[in-house]
């Protein structure tokens, strides 16, 4: 019943933004916490930034820290990574975890020099 929808990737210039969301369904978000990942090709898949829904705060990699930042609109039950001055090594599917081990098929995020 779980649906995660990540929107958002693009091709973009070095030093440029984007936001990507994630909107979940079938299952109350605001409830649970939920995270970003991202998997470049032929690497592995690395945490990226999580929120909890009912409290916390948010937490990030050290390579991001400063340039993204993770927020949520629980009435629209979407988890939202705002991405500032992205560079070239941030290039990778993005993807949406929400708690219970449940994700969406990703993003294309392609940041060129």
């Known amino acids: 019943q779980v649906q995660l929808v990540e929107s958002g990737g693009g091709l973009v210039q070095a030093g440029d933004s984007l936001r990507l969301s994630c909107a979940a369904s079938?299952?109350?978000?605001?409830?649970?916490?939920m995270a970003w990942f991202r998997q470049a090709p032929g690497k592995e898949r690395e945490f990226v930034a999580s929120?909890?829904?009912?409290?916390?705060?948010?937490y990030y990699t050290d390579s991001v820290k400063g340039r993204f930042t993770i927020s949520r609109d629980n009435a629209k039950n979407t988890v939202y990574l705002q991405m500032n001055n992205l560079k070239p090594e941030d290039t990778a599917h993005y993807y949406c975890?929400?708690?219970?081990?449940?994700w969406g098929k990703g993003t294309a995020v392609i940041v060129s020099s």
């Open positions: 975890r929400l708690t219970g081990n449940y």
């Open positions: 079938g299952r109350t978000a605001s409830t649970y916490a």
């Open positions: 929120i909890t829904y009912s409290g916390g705060s948010p």
